[in-house]
């Protein structure tokens, strides 16, 4: 099984809202990872997690909270965003952190501030 | 640092005809390298990888790459495309940072299958 769910699909929020999107894989994965996807743009790296504690932020506003609460879930928590925060959130797992490990993601989640 | 360049933005293959889609990379020590595919408004699937041995790798869904290390490219191949293939495709570089791993994308190619 090479799984890794997203919850929900699709979220609409206002600036003043507060939110989170959920990641969760049962592959006894190690690492866990948070992009963000514009439209017809490649994947960026927001933060990977190695052992459930935070290996790289890629210098994220804020705004944008991670949290890794068991080696099984991810969370990204939110608060204020912009619109242009709008973008595809994908998540994605691997055995360990080593460049030889197969990044899998999920399937996004689709993100609309207004 | 690393970095990955797909020089084709779109590409447009009738249905069954071949498709080869381009990859140049740039590392400078062996990368491990990856194709993945993208059908709209979905996640990213793995279609292949090489990170040593033969340099013919063959994937999922009828896909195959090589790696010419003289020419940093590592080009997908598909000999018959379907209607399905349709999709974005992202070639990605993987190397060691600071200890970590960090995925490096291409901006990714765009394929058409027209009937």
């Known amino acids: 099984d090479t799984e890794v769910t997203q919850t929900p699909k699709h979220l609409v929020m206002g600036m003043t809202n507060k939110k989170s999107l959920k990641c969760e894989q049962h592959?006894?994965?190690?690492?866990m990872y948070w992009y963000k996807q514009k439209a017809k743009k490649p994947p960026e790296l927001m933060f990977v997690y190695s052992y459930e504690k935070l290996s790289i932020n890629e210098s994220v506003p804020s705004r944008f909270s991670p949290e890794c609460p068991n080696s099984s879930l991810l969370n990204l928590h939110l608060h204020a965003l912009q619109p242009e925060d709008s973008a595809l959130y994908l998540c994605?797992?691997?055995?360990?952190?080593?460049?030889?490990?197969?990044?899998?993601f999920g399937p996004g989640t689709r993100l609309t501030v207004l | 640092a690393q970095s990955v360049t797909q020089p084709d933005i779109h590409i447009t293959v009738s249905e069954g005809a071949s498709l080869e889609l381009r990859c140049n990379y740039s590392?400078?020590?062996?990368?491990?390298l990856f194709w993945y595919v993208q059908s709209p408004g979905q996640g990213l699937q793995l279609l292949l990888k090489y990170f040593s041995g033969d340099t013919l790798v063959q994937g999922i869904k009828g896909f195959e790459a090589e790696f010419k290390r003289s020419q940093s490219s590592f080009n997908l191949r598909k000999p018959s495309v379907h209607w399905s293939d349709a999709a974005e495709y992202f070639c990605a570089v993987g190397a060691l940072r600071f200890g970590n791993e960090k995925l490096t994308f291409g901006t990714g190619t765009r394929l058409t299958i027209i009937p």
């Open positions: 592959m006894g994965h190690r690492a």
């Open positions: 590392y400078g020590a062996t990368p491990y």
């Open positions: 994605a797992s691997s055995q360990d952190l080593g460049s030889a490990d197969t990044q899998y």
